[in-house]
């Protein structure tokens, strides 16, 4: 679980001319937030979106979401240290939920899958592309959440692989 925060601004992909070019942009300071939740088995994402803040209520609203799915083994949920993250409100919201949280080690996010997705949503539908409105940039992630088990399942499942990195026998 994370959260993304998807600013409604000038995302280029690769710019390079040896003349004057004008690209247009959107300008402005406008979001829009996900709090995303993946299973890290069957890839189904979870979702909650604003266009405020990601809160404390925002996460425990997840929670909420992830335990209506009844899912009948034990769930654990991975998140970072983020402060809303770890306050007492969502630690007791879980426990009541029968959700464990587990935290990753400070400045990790290689460790968490949907780190992974929300770099994919930005190359699929943020850089190089020119939205004329606030309503169609946040429509098209919408879209490509919406497509992540039917037009883009396959090249996430390769994004989306178990198989981490590890450090054995290590000597310092």
């Known amino acids: 679980m994370d959260a993304a925060h998807f600013v409604f601004k000038a995302y280029l992909g690769f710019l390079w ?4 070019l004008i690209i247009r ?3 402005g300071r406008k ?6 939740a993946l299973n890290a088995i069957t890839h189904q994402l979870i979702t909650v979106t604003n ?6 209520e925002s996460v425990c609203e997840l929670l909420q979401k992830i335990a209506a799915l009844g899912i009948k083994v034990p769930i654990t949920l991975i998140l970072d240290n983020t402060r809303y993250q770890r306050c007492a409100k969502v630690i007791e919201a879980a ?3 029968q959700i464990e949280l587990l935290f990753l080690p400070p400045y990790s996010p290689n460790l968490n899958l949907i780190e992974r997705l929300w770099r994919f949503v930005k190359k699929q539908c943020l850089y190089a592309k020119y939205y004329e409105d606030f309503a169609r940039f946040k429509q098209a992630i919408e879209t490509c959440f919406a497509e992540t088990d039917g037009l883009h399942k396959d ?5 989306f692989s178990l198989k ?3 450090f054995k026998n290590i000597t310092l």
């Open 17 to 20: 001319c040896f003349t004057r």
């Open 25 to 27: 942009s959107p300008s």
């Open 31 to 36: 979001r829009f937030n996900v709090l995303g």
């Open 51 to 56: 266009e405020t803040y990601i809160t404390a």
């Open 95 to 97: 426990a009541a939920l």
């Open 155 to 159: 090249e996430l499942t390769s994004l």
């Open 164 to 166: 981490f990195q590890s």
